[in-house]
């Protein structure tokens, strides 16, 4: 007697045994049965998947998000594992042996050809000007590595300077000019030589009050662009993604990669993405509401009386023989037009009567400057679909490059300029996804959950 | 399942953009195989669902599902490499997640029972009732050790047939196999897991 497959005896615990006579005669597939029943009550008694607790499914999300973000940081090496390390090695010991050989050679050379004796080399420093120090004209809540300034601290070449929140800094640069730092910014004194100034600013605003000379270049560099003076009182402000620069008086001349640029008196430039744009003709900063001084009952003062008089925010005052100076700091004349309106250009250094410190330079009314100056720029993030998405691209190479702050900051300005037509729904989405990549990898949680929830919301 | 995906063997760029068009799970892979992280997330928030519930049929109610997830999902991003939007995603995930989670059986069963490899009753969904819950945790157990007796392709077979209930002809599919070597590996996977099932019981020889 043929026994039944064990295929049939499945479909006949599935579907019942009424219809098999076989069964009724052959006790090995009976028992070959009960066991398929057992086998399939298993089966049935399987429990049922409970959905996916929500929790789990943000902490593997998280982590493929770490995996995600790692893979695309390896990405920008791949090409290192991908050639082969003898490749390496074989390079490195090329470099070796052909740097000992070179050695050998000039040693050997040495001895069998030995040059008539000179005078010793005269070994250069990397500058022959001699260094030179600037010092602190005034100081609030600002401070050099970490350690507060003070006011006359000598500070040297290299020093880094900073400004909390509501602080501020004039410092004294070597040639008579000065340098006001605003609020929350940084600079560094990169060269103090007699014939070249050079100022780094890393973030914030920086007011220069130059006196124009011949015989030295000063020079402020934000980045890759580079300000110059050419006798002047200018501002450099630098924040994320663009440098304004802004002149008072005189000119500047403004360089960025591939284009010079002279900036006037009233001009200003914002360079942004690559590009030079001259902004609108600056108005005059109005001056503060402050009782005029009377001139019959004012007499003429002393630079030091005019320092203690003036705003804290003010620059120092001028040196008394220092001409120069003296043409910065143009006065303000009790009951002048200047004084009422803020629309009459400065008063020409002739025409000077008393050295009051000028109202348009107080580091509080060149924040207010910068501001405006702001506000004018048209954000790069309000123009077309490829700007934005160009802009959208430039947030995620921050995140990949580990910019975090930067990254977000870009991000925000994009987010606040969005008005989501139907194409830029996916950018959108990528540019969440990177701020709240970059939050997380802050540790602004909290914040990276609400874009998080943001993003689950999108379509 | 979710039946979003249409079928078919489309290789031309247009036929993939057609198809990615009409199905968003696609586009989503698609995507993410060009590097976009934010498709890859989309594409999990979708899919996880469907992968737990596989990790879940294959090797139970057990703390490591969330590491199973990840795991699947890490393979997944492996597997997208190599994918041409001319087959289902749904198809991909299954796969990996079965693969996955039949691997992490076998290499459980090689290292000593660990006491704590077991979540609390109480975040079961059958612990309603003791004696069901007993039953549900001993028919799960069973399973496990069943499909860890098996070869791998029986194991597979008889996983997306009989625990995840997918048709001879998905099957075929997923294991890149004729239907016939599919339904003929079924049968066999089967006796396999019957007499797995008695000898555990302590009914057979």
């Known amino acids: 007697m043929k026994h039944l497959s064990h295929e049939q005896l499945w479909q006949l615990a599935l579907n019942g045994t009424a219809a098999e006579p ?3 005669a052959c006790l090995t597939c009976l028992s070959a049965l009960d066991d398929i029943k057992a086998a399939q009550g298993v089966l049935r008694a399987m429990p049922e998947p409970p959905p996916m607790p929500a929790a789990m499914a943000r902490r593997v999300e998280v982590k493929l998000l770490d995996v995600l973000e790692a893979r695309q940081a390896k990405a920008w090496t791949s090409w290192f594992p991908s050639m082969p390390r003898f490749a390496f090695a074989a390079i490195a010991m090329a470099v070796l042996v052909g740097g000992a050989w070179v050695l050998a050679q000039q040693t050997k050379g040495d001895e069998v050809l030995p040059v008539a004796l000179g005078p010793p080399p005269v070994v250069m420093p990397a500058s022959a000007e001699p260094k030179l120090t600037a010092t602190v004209a005034s100081a609030k809540n600002a401070r050099s590595s970490n350690a507060a300034l003070k006011t006359t601290q000598v500070l040297r070449e290299g020093s880094s300077l900073s400004t909390d929140k509501g602080g501020s ?18 600079m560094k004194l990169h060269t103090l030589e007699e014939k070249t100034l050079t100022l780094e600013l890393a973030k914030g605003s920086v007011a220069l009050v130059v006196p124009h000379r011949e015989d030295r270049l000063l020079t402020v560099r934000a980045g890759e662009l ?32 591939g284009l010079t640029r002279t900036v006037r008196a ?19 900063v109005p001056p503060k509401v402050r009782p005029p001084p009377r001139i019959e009952e004012q007499p003429a003062v002393t630079a030091q009386v005019v320092a203690e008089a003036a705003d804290d925010e003010s620059p120092p005052p001028p040196e008394v023989d220092d001409p120069a100076a003296e043409w910065a700091q143009a006065p303000v004349i009790a009951n002048s037009p200047a004084a009422e309106n803020a629309n009459v250009p400065p008063m020409p250094p002739n025409e000077m009567v008393t050295a009051t410190p000028r109202p348009g330079l107080s580091l509080g009314a060149i924040e207010r400057r910068v501001n405006d100056l702001r506000r004018q720029i048209r954000s790069p993030f309000t123009q077309g679909g490829s700007l934005r998405q160009q802009r959208a691209r430039d947030i995620g190479r921050a995140a990949d490059a580990g ?31 990177q701020k709240m990549r970059c939050l997380r990898r802050m ?3 909290p914040e990276a959950d609400l874009v998080r929830r943001e993003l689950e919301a999108m379509p | 399942m979710t039946a979003l995906l249409t079928s078919g063997h489309m290789h031309s760029d247009l036929a993939l953009i057609d198809s990615a068009a009409v199905d968003p799970l696609r586009a989503l892979a698609l995507q993410a195989r060009a590097g976009e992280s934010v498709a890859f997330t989309k594409l999990y928030e979708r899919t996880r669902e469907q992968a737990w519930r596989v990790l879940y049929r294959v090797v139970g109610h057990s703390p490591d599902l969330e590491d199973l997830v ?8 492996k597997a997208l490499k190599a994918y041409r939007g001319d087959s289902k995603v749904t198809t991909f995930l299954h796969r990996v997640c079965v693969n996955v989670g039949l691997m992490h059986l076998r290499s459980k069963r090689r290292r000593p029972e660990d006491p704590t490899d077991a979540l609390p009753e109480g975040e079961t969904s059958e612990a309603a009732s003791p004696e069901r819950a007993a039953q549900v945790k001993q028919a799960a ?24 209930g997918l048709k001879p002809e998905e099957i075929s599919e997923l294991v890149d196999a004729p239907v016939n070597t599919v339904r003929s590996r079924l049968n066999r996977a089967r006796a396999d897991f019957t007499v797995a099932v008695t000898k555990l019981k302590g009914r057979g020889p």
């Not at chain 1, 800094?169 to 940084?186: C, F, H, I, Y």
């Not at chain 1, 430039?269 to 005059?284: F, H, K, N, S, T």
Request: charged residues 25%; hydrophobic residues 45%.
């Open chain 2, 70 to 77: 990840q795991e699947a999902y890490l393979q997944l991003m």
């Open chain 2, 141 to 164: 157990l069973l399973v496990q050790q069943a499909l860890t007796m098996m070869s791998d392709e029986k194991a597979q077979v008889f996983a997306y047939h009989d625990l995840l």
């Open chain 1, 169 to 186: 800094l004039w410092v004294r640069l070597p040639d008579g000019s000065r340098a006001g730092l605003t609020a929350a910014s940084e």
């Open chain 1, 403 to 433: 910019d975090c702050l930067r990254a977000v900051d870009l991000a925000n300005e994009w987010l606040r300029y969005a008005h989501d037509p139907p194409e830029e729904i996916g950018v959108r989405r990528e540019v969440l996804f």
């Open chain 1, 22 to 24: 076989h069964l009724d």
């Open chain 1, 266 to 284: 009233g001009q200003a430039v914002a360079y942004q993405q690559g590009q030079l744009d001259e902004l609108e003709p600056l108005r005059p």
């Open chain 1, 226 to 257: 580079e300000v110059r003076d050419l006798g002047t009182q200018f501002l450099v402000s630098r924040e994320v993604g663009r440098i304004v620069v802004a002149v008072e008086e005189g000119s500047v001349e403004v360089r960025v990669p």
């Open chain 1, 443 to 445: 540790g602004r949680v």
